[in-house]
């Protein structure tokens, strides 16, 4: 005998008794097989309920050849059992799910497109639509779909006898042929063939709401929430503006404006930190004295544009090599290397040699990452004057 599926006929059932008709040792636990059931198995997009069969925990339901499996962490204590439903999660996708048929079914009455993809966690839920939308036809839709939660528009699910001469719509073509195909129907709003356990009234889905949409495979995929998730995105979202709005000191409805003001701040005082810096490396070079040896020095100030800045005027003050250094012994060593006379790449292989890490460049500025010690730098730049 077939499990009764009790969350067919009603949605609203959140605790039900049953009998345990069959068990199996599972590898992480148990599934159970009851006469009847409330807890829907995964399907048609939707993941599965979770709850209790008596003393055991329902981790997971699956429909395998026709036969409804409860797995579960122990063994159901008893031939009867009391089972209950995990009531807010089971809500809040019947909210999501009701939402998505409402969003849908406004969307193909205004546009014509189809429901071709849907995903329902938890707390999330995607769908797909055939054909692309503008954002203005988007909240269009949207408004359209909460106008049948105000109108709190009844929901029924039921077999229609002859599914042939019945309008309704489905997610793809593969239903043709199918004798029995339970509707869910949104009074005057919606049909939508669906396997899944709904609310009984459209206003208890609550606010629905398309929190983002994309174009994708020539249609739209959006992500919306309703009722609780809707208000619990709400909540988290009104809790980062607030922290954005007390770090900028302004007024919540401001804060676009407010990070624009700081934007700009930043780019100014990028400029100022540049021109700072030229004007520093300028400084530094002209303590320099020139000289026919090779030039090694060490300055953890400067970052990579300054490296490379000091480094080209550095190289006129020498008709050796002059490299410089910033880091330190822990971190290693960023350096650029220059010279106006020496052909630096067929050196390569002896700096990598003498400072470890790597290197890399033109014949006129080589740039890399040292590992060796800062003695071990310095003295093979001044013991290697000839070489150079
Ligand atoms: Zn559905």
Not at 92 to 119: D, P, S, T, W
Not at 143 to 152: F, G
Request: a negative charge.
């Amino acid at each position: 005998m077939k499990t009764k599926k009790l969350y067919e006929t009603d949605g609203m059932l959140f605790s039900f008794r049953a009998n345990v008709t069959e068990t199996r040792k599972t590898e992480n636990g148990y599934a159970v097989i009851l006469d009847q059931t409330a807890f829907f198995p995964e399907g048609g997009g939707q993941t599965a309920d979770t709850g209790m069969i008596a003393n055991a925990r329902v981790l997971d339901v699956q429909i395998k050849d026709g036969e409804i499996w409860h797995f579960t962490d122990v063994l159901p204590d008893g031939d009867t059992v009391e089972c209950k439903l995990d009531f807010d999660e089971r809500f809040r996708k019947m909210q999501n799910h009701l939402g998505e048929h409402l969003l849908c079914g406004a969307i193909h009455k205004l546009y014509g497109y189809e429901n071709v993809g849907f995903h329902l966690g938890a707390d999330y839920m995607t769908f797909d639509i055939s054909g692309p939308m503008t954002s203005e036809q988007i909240r269009e839709a949207e408004i359209l779909a909460n106008r049948a939660v105000a109108q709190d528009v009844p929901v029924r699910c039921y077999y229609p006898e002859n599914i042939a001469a019945f309008e309704y719509r489905a997610k793809s073509e593969k239903l043709e042929n199918v004798s029995d195909i339970r509707i869910v129907e949104a009074e005057g709003f919606d049909r939508c063939a669906c396997c899944a356990p709904h609310l009984d009234r459209a206003g208890k889905v609550g606010l629905i709401k398309i929190v983002d949409a994309m174009h994708y495979k020539g249609g739209m995929r959006f992500s919306a929430l309703c009722g609780f998730s809707a208000l619990a995105d709400y909540d988290s979202r009104l809790s980062e503006i607030r922290k954005v709005s007390a770090l900028l000191s302004a007024k919540p409805n401001e804060i676009a404006r407010g990070v624009e003001m700081k934007l700009a701040e930043i780019t100014e005082l990028k400029k100022n930190v540049g021109a700072l810096k030229r004007e520093l490396t300028a400084r530094k070079l002209a303590s320099i004295a020139e000289t026919d040896e090779n030039i090694c020095i060490f300055d953890d100030s400067m970052d990579g544009n300054m490296l490379r800045e000091f480094a080209t005027g550095g190289m006129q003050k020498t008709s050796a090599v002059f490299a410089v250094f910033s880091g330190t012994e822990e971190t290693g060593y960023q350096f650029v290397i220059a010279s106006q006379t020496v052909k630096l790449k067929a050196k390569i292989p002896a700096f990598k040699n003498a400072l470890g890490g790597k290197c890399g460049g033109s014949d006129k500025m080589l740039f890399g990452h040292a590992e060796a010690k800062k003695e071990t730098i310095l003295s093979f730049f001044q013991g290697n004057q000839s070489v150079m």
